[in-house]
């Protein structure tokens, strides 16, 4: 199950709290001042998967084309992509 992370908008309490999916609209409360007012920010951990997907597609474009390594053409897909 994935991890979320929670910022409580009351006390600046950061946690984390895995949760599934179905549960995900449903009211947290923060564990540290038991306020219902949280909220959600951007996983680190999935933020970092989807930067080394996007590098990955980017290699994958660049090692494609035949001369793109050295190539500086603003019309050239490899390149421009970058
Ligand atoms: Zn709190």
Do not use: W
Request: net charge negative.
């Amino acid at each position: 199950m994935p991890i979320y992370e929670y910022i409580c908008k009351h006390c600046n309490h950061q946690f984390e709290m895995i949760r599934s999916t179905r549960d995900l609209d449903s009211d947290i409360e923060c564990p540290q001042c038991s306020v219902k007012g949280v909220e959600k920010l951007m996983s680190i951990c999935k933020a970092k998967v989807e930067m080394s997907f996007s590098d990955f597609n980017n290699m994958g474009a660049g090692t494609s084309g035949s001369s793109c390594s050295g190539c500086t053409a603003s019309s050239c897909t490899g390149c421009s992509s970058k």
